[in-house]
T-cell receptor, first 114, second 115 residues
Framework: AQTVTQSQPEMSVQEAETVTLSCTYDTSESDYYLFWYKQPPSRQMILVIRQEAYKQQNATENRFSVNFQKAAKSFSLKISDSQLGDAAMYFCAHNQGGSEKLVFGKGTKLTVNP | NAGVMQNPRHLVRRRGQEARLRCSPMKGHSHVYWYRQLPEEGLKFMVYLQKENIIDESGMPKERFSAEFPKEGPSILRIQQVVRGDSAAYFC?????????????FGPGTRLLVL
């Protein structure tokens, strides 16, 4: 069975600083996708970033980047120059190649301190 | 391009009543997914549908829950004889045609409260 583990239930960061959220996953497949979604207090699920497993290059979206370690099955999210609006729950998700369903971790609550 | 639409946003039902949750996918998307989020938990997959077909319902409870995605109109998640344990946020997501590994875009969710 697929599992996604987020080992940090809560994290905090000072505004303008950098924070890294951890995620590990388990799969026997070689082709799959990984995602980070953000859920602010409104509870809307917002895509932050996506990584294809066959790509060695780490995905980047503005202040958000990932450290994808395929052999270690690790997919961490780095947020640079943190802003107050980044405060939210962050969910790591995994989509096994050929499967339609996303498997989510339990989330990390990020607090940004002014 | 309008995003994924869900209604109602909030739904209150008494035990034993029926709940109907609606989801309109993004324009051009014909893959629809339903997920449930219990308090303090991540989202759990329930069902995946294409137009007029249920493709994967491995996450759906065997009783009281059903889903459809008709040729015309929104996808419907139906919960019969609701119980308090059904209280949760139900999210719908959609992805494009011929793109089974594309990003899933989520709607705002329906918060179901069973009294």
């Amino acid at each position: 069975a697929q599992t996604v583990t987020q080992s940090q239930p809560e994290m905090s960061v000072q505004e303008a600083e950098t924070v890294t959220l951890s995620c590990t996953y388990d799969t026997s497949e070689s082709d799959y996708y990984l995602f980070w979604y953000k859920q602010p207090p409104s509870r809307q699920m917002i895509l932050v970033i996506r990584q294809e497993a066959y790509k060695q290059q780490n995905a980047t979206e503005n202040r958000f980047s990932v450290n994808f370690q395929k052999a270690a099955k690790s997919f961490s999210l780095k947020i640079s120059d943190s802003q107050l609006g980044d405060a939210a729950m962050y969910f790591c998700a995994h989509n096994q190649g050929g499967s339609e369903k996303l498997v989510f971790g339990k989330g990390t609550k990020l607090t940004v301190n002014p | 391009n309008a995003g994924v639409m869900q209604n109602p946003r909030h739904l209150v039902r008494r035990r034993g009543q029926e709940a109907r949750l609606r989801c309109s996918p993004m324009k051009g998307h014909s893959h629809v997914y339903w997920y449930r989020q219990l308090p303090e938990e991540g989202l759990k997959f329930m069902v995946y549908l294409q137009k007029e077909n249920i493709i994967d319902e491995s996450g759906m409870p065997k009783e009281r829950f059903s889903a459809e995605f008709p040729k015309e109109g929104p996808s419907i998640l139906r919960i019969q004889q609701v119980v308090r344990g059904d209280s949760a946020a139900y999210f719908c997501a959609s992805s494009p045609l011929f793109a089974s590994q594309e990003t899933q875009y989520f709607g705002p969710g329906t918060r179901l409260l069973v009294l």
